[in-house]
T-cell receptor, first 113, second 116 residues
Framework: AQSVTQLGSHVSVSEGALVLLRCNYSSSVPPYLFWYVQYPNQGLQLLLKYTSAATLVKGINGFEAEFKKSETSFHLTKPSAHMSDAAEYFCAVSQIGTDKLIFGTGTRLQVFP | DVKVTQSSRYLVKRTGEKVFLECVQDMDHENMFWYRQDPGLGLRLIYFSYDVKMKEKGDIPEGYSVSREKKERFSLILESASTNQTSMYLC???????????????FGEGSRLTVL
C-alpha cells in the first residue's frame, strides 16, 4: 500500500530564505508523487508532479522537488521564499490501480518579512 | 477556465439536521470526489464516484452518503449532522484513468460546515 509522511506540520522562514518541506513515501512499486498547494480560503492546486521521468521536477512559482529513491523522499524546495508562498502544502502519492491520490497531513508554511 | 463549484462556502447547521453539500464541475470529468480536511489530519476521502450513479466508499464514509444523478453534479449528504462532522469539505474532479499518472485533481474552494 502507498502512503506519504510529511515531517513538520508548520514551517516558518524569513522572506528570501530557503524553503524546504519534507515528504517521505512508502510504496511497493515505483510511485507517482505530487505536491499540491492550498492558499488561504481556496481549494488545492497541483504544484508539481513526478511521474518517473526526470528525478528533479520543476513546478510553478519557482518550486522544485527531487525524487530520491534511496531515501524514499520527495522534498519540496524553493531557493528564496516570498510572502506570497505562505500556504499549506500537501504531498500526495497515487494509489496504484485506482484513480485516487493519498494525501499527507500537510505542512503550513509561514513567511516572515 | 476549468471549474469545480461548491454551492456553499460556509454553513452552520444544528445537530440532527440533514445537510446537503453540492458540487458541480464543467469539465466533463468522469471522476468526482468528496474529501474532508481537518487540521493535522490532511485530506481524507469520504466517497468517490467514477460515473453517473456509481459510487465507492472512501476511508471515512460513516455518517455520509452521496448522490450522482448527473455527470456534472456530485452531492454529499449528512443524514443527521453531528458536531464531529464540523469540518472543511472539499470536492474534486478528474478524468478517468488520468489521475494516477498526472495527479490532475481539480478542487473546489471548499465548504466549511459548522454543526452546533
Amino acid at each position: 500500500a502507498q502512503s506519504v509522511t510529511q515531517l513538520g506540520s508548520h514551517v516558518s522562514v524569513s522572506e528570501g530564505a530557503l524553503v524546504l518541506l519534507r515528504c517521505n513515501y512508502s510504496s511497493s512499486v515505483p510511485p507517482y508523487l505530487f505536491w499540491y498547494v492550498q492558499y488561504p480560503n481556496q481549494g488545492l492546486q497541483l504544484l508539481l508532479k513526478y511521474t518517473s521521468a526526470a528525478t528533479l521536477v520543476k513546478g510553478i512559482n519557482g518550486f522544485e522537488a527531487e525524487f530520491k529513491k534511496s531515501e524514499t523522499s520527495f522534498h519540496l524546495t524553493k531557493p528564496s521564499a516570498h510572502m506570497s508562498d505562505a500556504a499549506e502544502y500537501f504531498c500526495a502519492v497515487s494509489q496504484i490501480g485506482t484513480d485516487k491520490l493519498i494525501f499527507g497531513t500537510g505542512t503550513r508554511l509561514q513567511v516572515f518579512p | 477556465d476549468v471549474k469545480v463549484t461548491q454551492s456553499s462556502r460556509y454553513l452552520v447547521k444544528r445537530t440532527g439536521e440533514k445537510v446537503f453539500l453540492e458540487c458541480v464541475q464543467d469539465m466533463d470529468h468522469e471522476n468526482m470526489f468528496w474529501y474532508r480536511q481537518d487540521p493535522g489530519l490532511g485530506l481524507r476521502l469520504i466517497y468517490f464516484s467514477y460515473d453517473v450513479k456509481m459510487k465507492e466508499k472512501g476511508d471515512i464514509p460513516e455518517g455520509y452518503s452521496v448522490s450522482r444523478e448527473k455527470k456534472e453534479r456530485f452531492s454529499l449528504i449528512l443524514e443527521s449532522a453531528s458536531t464531529n462532522q464540523t469540518s472543511m469539505y472539499l470536492c474534486a474532479s478528474s478524468l478517468r484513468g488520468r489521475t494516477v499518472s498526472t495527479g490532475e485533481l481539480f478542487f473546489g474552494e471548499g465548504s466549511r460546515l459548522t454543526v452546533l
